[in-house]
């Protein structure tokens, strides 16, 4: 298996390559979905790491979006927003090791148009918000239903954009906390990282015995920031190959692409995501290849790269990372 | 009593005096602390509106600091910090509903010295932390024990500041979420605002049956800021008065004293928090005395107090206030 | 002189008595105003250190908005704004020094109603601006007129608010920038912080030969964080006198009032100009009182003052300070 | 010319190709560097539109730092840092008009090892700094010489990194304001966007007659935020083309690459400097494809791309943008 070849914690840690049991989450078996990333939780699943799940998960809206409406947000339940199928329990994770959450596959799953996206009142990153609360009128709100096939997102009659779908929000239980699933944070969540695509490995704390890992919110596409809050939202069915890795928590979550490797940093204002996620690549960096941090933190400065995941969550999120051929 | 006499609040809704009933949480009754604000723990005492509760509360480090010690961070358990006495469920409280706590008096309750102070790696406002998380050395830790007594806080042998308590953390439940009581937040929690004292009523919005306020955290002195993140932390025996008010649940903390209203944002970064406090306060002036928000943005603009609470926790918090005077 | 007596700073190096030469710049004398703080202007006045001026002031608006109109930002004209009387050059004032400038009075200025305010489109603390850009539509344009006299500010029939005078801004010139008045920073300039009061003596960093000290935007009243944007702004009549400390040039600006030292931080976001200003503090009281940094930023921790000045100008404006009586 | 032909903004007003006069200002023409972005320096170069112009550059620390040693801001006179050459005169170019710089080729100039990097004291985007004033004790100071050649970036005896230059800092004049060339702004300045590179052309908003074109702070390389506020600088010879469009000056720099159309917001914190850039990209798009605001502000919630440029200057920079084929 390719990914593992390259994947350079992997090295060190992932012991099951995705030989392992096959497994199912059905929207069926799944019941009720969760709002809140936490610990209150019945786990939905039990799974030995090396794992492989099929997982189905809802849109952002659950589904009450079916069509183009004046006011998209009467349709919608507020806490009951967002909502995160599992948790999934991994068998042997205990607090400071991490799950290696590695992404087979996502494709949209449910009747044609499949994407919703929608401006909603006081939510967004260019109008006033909850967060940032102005005296502004809103912008009115708005809804597109949009086709996504094999050919890509139909976004009008002139314009198709690629499909490059990804897991919104992934992530594991905080330990005592319960945290909505709106909000980013060092366990993961609602990052909106379009690099949580398929091919990449994404490490997660384990705070609690077994981890109890959540994910939901799947993108057919979303461009850096999702803007409007809103990105190209889809039921969908995701494939993921769950490891554990001993030892080796982090102290937020770290993502392995083909060619990179990054840590997500959320926080508010916005700089404080960007240190924190490259701070956690600078220390990495320095103990991955022997360096001092001052001269990861010099190397970082000629070819770290920024990925912003959202600039609407409670928290925004950032992605910090360095191609690993300058690693070796 | 005057203080019922100059609520506005209260001439629309508040039901009961002081003559409730007297009811008491000792640390013995409490048992184990809470570190979250949720609804999924068990409530400690069922109140009527009215009643009026003696509750014990530990200070925010349950007591690990006992002497002056070089690494107090090593005796601390996180994220079993700033433990909390509750949670009281309040009969007929719903959401929508607002709880008015009126702190009648905070008391010091055990050996001197009986406050605590101390500088912790990567917590305060003039240090690198985890949320802005940087690269520099940390600066060394350090503990401080006070004499707190009836002539004062004794800060040292030539200064002794005055003893000015209140509740440093207090609020209710959000409705699905548990979160640390080391933040603040729309419920309340830790938002370190040295007006929540004796003589003021705080209105915490509802938000699941019963309400379930929690509080501990009581400081014998804190400057605005809570600069290093530590105020003079004293265990306490505080005295409540518990009322509810049906149907007048604000969006965020609401706090009167003698002479002024006040509503509390907390957020990052602190112009957020500003703006949350504000915009509630223009709104609520505008209801309040039929100005529209426009005037009411420009009154506040003449005459709007804002008091900082905290600059160091996982929100900031911040009040902003009118002297009641000007609302006639 | 009282004031002389109770100025911590001034017992090290203010040499002059108010009984140094009175001088004044009217209206005529200054001719044209200034919209930048910086060293390329030509004094319109020499001093002595120790002089007393008499300076005529205009409000921030330059007479423009002379009655209630629908559009008060058609009157005005980009980036003429917020004028300002000066420089006077003082002579013997070099790079390092500080200039003591205390306020003897401030009186309104022409004919009644004297007093403006008004809402801007994309001005304010609690709207979308150019700087927090947003896609919300803006709110209406207003402009109120107020009559300001000996009993107080006539805010309307049934209120009158108190006459609480101040220098919205007032600095000296960076050594090679010029920057627009409306921005505040470690020169001073729209700091809108109201103790600037007569009474107060705010310590000005000299950064080029002459200090090239400006002032303008007085104030009959403003609330914490001038909230709208716009205080009640008034053509003035100032008292200064202006004294020179050799040598003890900080990088802040710094106030004294008859009770309290504070320091004035000026930046982006709020807890930025909360660092500033407190570490400016921390080190002075430190530096003052002869304990280290840390028993400084504990002390303050508890007993620390803010006052917001401004949360809407290009850069935030926050005083934090310490009661004279603590650093005993 | 390619670049012409795939330039939307040129076909509706870049009236001139690269045939025009070739002029040239080298180090000896310029003389006096410039420290700030202003009027009120003397031009050292008149060009009619159209014309293309070799700039000798210097490094940021105007060859200060020629070796390696301990102490790096010893051998610094702030603030006369970030050396600018010009500034050059358009003639024609008017308030409102926007200057189309086309950077045809950045080659380093100098003896080797021509590169610089380093870690000063209080700043960068890892430590605190003047800006986020901390107590913590500083990072050591530390230099690196590096060797830039046609092989690349010769960063240690392993790594090479590409050489990737660009040009860090170029802008227009403010129409009364000089501002420091360490930042950036509406006007262009120390923006730090690597895509401001051979090949594009970045669109500057003209404020006062002749514009007033300046540059300076090229950089070898440089990663995504350059993380420790120092790239790699190198003095260097810069081949521009200078195009005048009348009345098409937008109110932040639009910079255009091959493939990609984007505005360049600086402010802090750094969500505004995002909010600012995708603000003029949706009002962009919007006009140039017929689109409403809504559709544009969902259209760039799919599609958008943000690259960090700075996250250590006194503002950050951020640029958003959206791939030219999606603008059909």
């Known amino acids: 298996m390719s990914w593992l070849s390259t994947s350079i914690m992997a090295q060190r840690g992932v012991a099951h390559g995705i030989e392992g049991a096959h497994q199912k989450i059905t929207i069926e078996d799944q019941g009720t979905f969760h709002y809140v990333y936490g610990p209150y939780a019945t786990p939905v699943l039990e799974v030995e790491p090396g794992a492989v799940v099929t997982v189905e998960t809802h849109d952002a809206f659950e589904g009450a979006i079916t069509e183009v409406v004046d006011n998209p947000s009467s349709l919608l339940n507020f806490p009951f927003l967002n909502p995160q199928t599992g948790p999934i329990y991994v068998k042997g994770a205990e607090k400071g090791d991490a799950l290696a959450v590695r992404i ?8 044609q148009p499949v994407g919703t996206t929608c401006l909603l009142t006081e939510f967004g990153g260019l109008v006033a918000t909850g967060d940032t609360a102005l ?24 314009l198709t954009l690629p499909y490059e779908p990804f897991i919104g929000t992934i992530g594991t239980a905080p330990q005592i906390e319960a945290i909505s699933s709106l909000q980013p944070d060092y366990y993961g969540g609602n990052m909106d990282v379009p690099d949580v695509a398929p091919g990449s490995i994404i490490y997660l704390p384990v705070n609690t015995d077994g981890g109890y890992l959540y994910l939901g919110d799947c993108h057919a596409i979303q461009g850096d920031g999702e803007l409007c809050g809103v990105a190209l939202e889809i039921p969908a069915t995701v494939e993921i190959h769950i490891d554990l890795i001993k030892g080796h928590g982090n102290g937020w979550p770290q993502l392995e692409t083909e060619d990179k490797m990054m840590f997500i940093g959320s ?23 022997g360096q001092s941090e001052s001269d990861a933190y010099m190397l970082l400065t000629m070819c770290g790269k920024v ?6 969550d409670p928290k925004y999120s950032l992605a910090a990372g360095i191609e690993k051929k300058y690693l070796k």
Chains 1, 2, 3, 4 share one sequence.
Do not use: C, F, Q
Request: charged share 30%; aromatic share 4%; hydrophobic share 40%.
């Open 104 to 111: 087979i596959s996502i494709r949209p799953r449910g009747p």
């Open 307 to 312: 990925r912003l995941g959202n600039m609407v």
């Open 267 to 289: 926080a508010r204002p916005m700089e404080d995501a960007a240190r924190i996620a490259y701070r956690e690549l600078v220390r990495w960096v320095a103990a991955e290849t």
């Open 135 to 158: 005296l502004n009128p809103p912008l009115p709100e708005k809804v597109k239903k949009v086709v996504v096939d094999e050919d890509g997102v139909h976004w009008s009659d002139t």
